[in-house]
């Protein structure tokens, strides 16, 4: 195989992706922009006038942002555990899906932070954070964690793009701009793609590999102990961290589907993209699903049993002012994916697709009703207020800084996609000298 | 739970005709029966509280009690009305009597009281009477040779306005603490006296003062009579800063183990961080040979 000839081959194919604009391209990024200009608007309304513009009050001091902040960076680690068991066990289909669950772990990372920022009410002591730090505090562990696992996730996201960066800078036409060669040859920085910098790149991409997988745990862990550490109903719980990591692949296997179904039918990738794809993404769906439905379980039939009266309160509300949303984070959300993915004959690309949008849906739904509910059935309840004090809803300034937050992952995603291609080429090439090398070792193998 | 609360309260609120509408409801007042109970106490600045308890209680749930609110009781001694009062959200209907207040009494000086609730269309008519003898407490806290002491004189005054002393009465002493009372001492009154020797080492507030009560509680014969004084005996509070706080949670500076396990934590990722930084440069380095040699 002549691999410089391939990789030329590779470039032609995916060019189009990174080079052309179409219509609706346009038009997809214009309503993006947009969304991400009215979340500014309302990010300027909300600091001006202060968190009176948002449904957050004397109970409910967390609102949307937080839930939002906790499914994105949910997504970020799942993204971070999966991507590097699919590197670290040299996955075979690893390479169809693997840069789309990179991508996604760096800007759930990016986004999700920014909603913890919107929760703060003086942000012009936001400071005082690293000024101040108490290393006593889970918010600070946090912190911490975060950066630590942004950092980290950069960095590996960028040894994934490094052969691609190296092709792209070697396979250039004429019609590559040039600041896009420019910047292809400055983030390749000199690889040559031979066999001690592959070597290299490998192992430390190896190593990176594991780092991820641990900091997710440890990064998702302390976000849950935010809520568990303190005695709060529905927080105070055992088994919140693995119920949060669970619930965080949950999510972030739900919206790799997505991803995968969208950029599969737009950019028509049904070639790199195939249905046993989606079924072995489906039956690891399949796996968490029946781990967070027990989790779920567990954690509220404890609450249930236990009858202490702040818990029962916090049941009481649960099933009365949030039912049906309960019904569907808890009931919905995860039996209908089990069922789907269950049966053998249900196992299709659309209903895959289908079980992974209920599960995101229930999942974020699910969060609400850990953050909201909780803060409304406090241990020493505010008496002869005003029920908005009590209760919490979102105001149009939380949802347009919601609907921002993820029309900003989008737009980012865009732009990325827009750079590199989806399907890492060096994977391709990896892959196709594994075969050739096997051939060459046992050339009659395949006769056989 | 909270609509029999409700219910019950609509039922006295709106008294006279309330009643009837509520027979179509859920709740039945035959289920409860009333407890009206009446009590006095003679304070300590001598003045005198009667007070009224009125509840609704279940027949069948003896967990089930709702206080009854807004009911007008009237407090009489004999057949002089001395006021009246609304039971409050807990049922409680109280008044003070001032200690100048000359109260009517039978032959052997003994004074009638009595409370009366005189009924809706919804409840009967109340009544609970009690009959005591209206007896003064007299605390004295002395140093007697170093040893702290407590003495209480009872006495009654009769109608020539000498001192009578109480015979026979058992009486409490408490000390005031932050929420309630503890119980120090009991004992029985002869010839209108009883002392102890006070506890050691009660801390007191922050400048060593502790309150003392002396109490008799629920006398047949003199009902509730109370009296209390304030005094320098408590040792004052420990200042706890002095120790300090060493490396707890709450303190300034973290428990050591977290520096460690932190420092562990992290320097585990970054050293792993830099190793592959490292080995970028590397790979750049290489880069740049290789370009050379080209």
Known sequence: ??????????????????????????????????????????????????HSVTGMRDNVVWGVYIINFIFFVGLSYSGAFISGILHFFKTPWKNSVSRIIEIITVLSLVIGPIFILLCIGRLDRLHYLFIYPRIQSPITWDII???????????????????????????ADENTPAWRRKLYKTLAIGYQDTEPQRHRLEKITRI????????????????????????????????????????GLYSGVGVIILAMYLIRKYFKLEHYI????????????????????????????SRWFSHKTSDVDLLDTLFSRYFWQFIFANYIGIIVPIVILFFKKFRNIKSITFAALIAVAGLWLNRYLIVVPTLETPYLPIQDT??????????????????????????????????????????????????????????????? | MKRLIYILIVVIFFGNNSIAQEKDSIFDLKNYRTSFSFKTVKQEDNSRLVEVEFLAKNKKDRKDKLPIYDAEIKFYNDETLLGSAKTSKDGIASLVVPEDHTYVTDEEGNITLKAVFEGTDG????????????????????????????????????????????????VGFFIQGMLSKMKIEEGDISDGEYEFEMLTKVPGDTIGNITIYAMIQDSDEYGNVSQKQTINWGAGQVNDDTTGDGNKLWSEAAPVWMYVVLTILLLGVWINYLYTIIHLFKIKKEGKELDVTM
Not at chain 1, 10 to 31: R, Y
Not at chain 1, 393 to 407: H, N, R, Y
Not at chain 1, 424 to 444: C, W
Request: hydrophobic content about 50%; charged content about 20%.
């Open chain 1, 274 to 301: 195939r249905k046993v794809h989606f079924i072995g993404a489906g039956v690891v769906l399949l796996v968490i699903s029946l781990l967070y439905g027990y989790f779920t379980f567990s954690e509220y039939f």
């Open chain 2, 123 to 170: 409840l009967d008519e109340e009544e609970d009477e009690v009959t005591i003898k209206d007896i003064f407490l007299k605390l004295d806290l002395q140093e007697i040779d170093s040893v702290k002491t407590v003495k209480v004189n009872a006495y009654s005054i009769d109608s020539l306005g000498t001192e009578q002393p109480v015979e026979e009465a058992t």
């Open chain 1, 208 to 247: 990176m590999s594991t780092m991820i997988i641990a900091m997710a745990i440890v990064a998702y862990t302390v976000l849950a102990w935010i809520f568990s550490l303190t005695l709060q109903p529905g927080w105070n719980s055992t088994i919140f961290a693995p119920y949060f990591i669970i619930a």
């Open chain 1, 1 to 50: 195989m002549d691999i410089n000839s391939r990789k030329k081959e590779l470039v032609k194919e995916f060019t189009p992706m990174l080079q052309k604009s179409t219509f609706a391209s346009k038009i997809w990024m214009g309503i993006l922009v947009f969304l991400v200009l009215i979340g500014l608007y309302a990010f300027v309304v909300q600091v001006t006038k202060g």
């Open chain 1, 145 to 171: 964690a975060i950066m630590t696992d942004l950092f980290g996730c950069f960095l590996y996201l960028y040894l994934t793009f490094i052969p691609d960066f190296a092709i792209l800078r070697d396979n």
């Open chain 1, 386 to 448: 005003r029920p908005e004090f009590i209760h919490y809803t979102a105001t149009w300034v939380e949802w347009a800084l919601s609907f921002a937050g993820i029309a900003a992952f989008l737009l980012f995603f865009t732009l990325i996609i827009k750079f590199v291609p989806i399907i890492p080429m060096s994977g391709i090439i990896d892959h196709e000298r594994e075969v050739d090398t096997h051939r060459k070792k046992r050339p009659y193998a395949e006769d056989k």
